[in-house]
């Protein structure tokens, strides 16, 4: 495995996972939302941030996660599976606040620089209505973009942390 997408809710893991599995497989690992914000949480221009997103997916080999259905043609139609973790939203939701409280003022290392975590409740309704407002974008850039792609679902940590040992040994350091 090579290239390999990471999709899902805010808080359902993705970030987590990517981290697992760039350590595990050797792979390279891109955070979309570097990509996407700037210092202030400024949304980066989109043209620029569809032409970050397709370098990245332009690689040979990585492990990126994020949703951005808008930027997602190159790296779906490069990826060799799709993980789309479908963690339950009243989870998702308690992970992202706990984290705004937990970490509050601090930049998490998969955002961009200039971005501390803060208490956002914008951001807590767009993880609420993700199945209403953004999954349905996702599900047609996958079905529309990623024809080759494997799609796994998983929706607990158990197969999760299954699916994960089953790729067998850590890659050896490079």
Request: with cysteine; hydrophobic share 45%.
């Amino acid at each position: 495995m090579e290239r390999i997408a990471i999709v899902g809710r805010s808080g359902s893991g993705k970030s987590t996972l990517a981290r697992r599995l760039g350590g595990r497989c050797g792979l390279p690992v891109i955070h979309m939302d570097q990509l996407y914000w700037t210092p202030g949480w400024v949304e980066q221009d989109p043209e620029v941030w569809r032409a970050a997103v397709n370098a990245a997916a332009a690689a040979d080999r990585w492990v990126i996660e994020g949703v951005g259905s808008s930027a997602s043609a190159l790296r779906f139609a490069r990826a060799e599976i799709i993980v789309w973790l479908e963690t339950p939203r009243w989870l998702c939701l308690w992970r992202a606040v706990r984290r705004s409280l937990t970490t509050f003022g601090v930049v998490r290392p998969d955002i961009a620089p200039g971005c501390p975590e803060k208490i956002d409740l914008a951001f807590y309704r767009y993880i609420w209505n993700w199945d209403r407002d953004t999954r349905p974008r996702l599900d047609q850039a996958i079905a529309e973009q990623a024809a080759q792609a494997r799609v796994m679902r998983l929706r607990t940590r158990a197969q999760v942390d299954a699916w994960v040992a089953g790729l067998g040994p850590p890659a050896a350091p490079a």
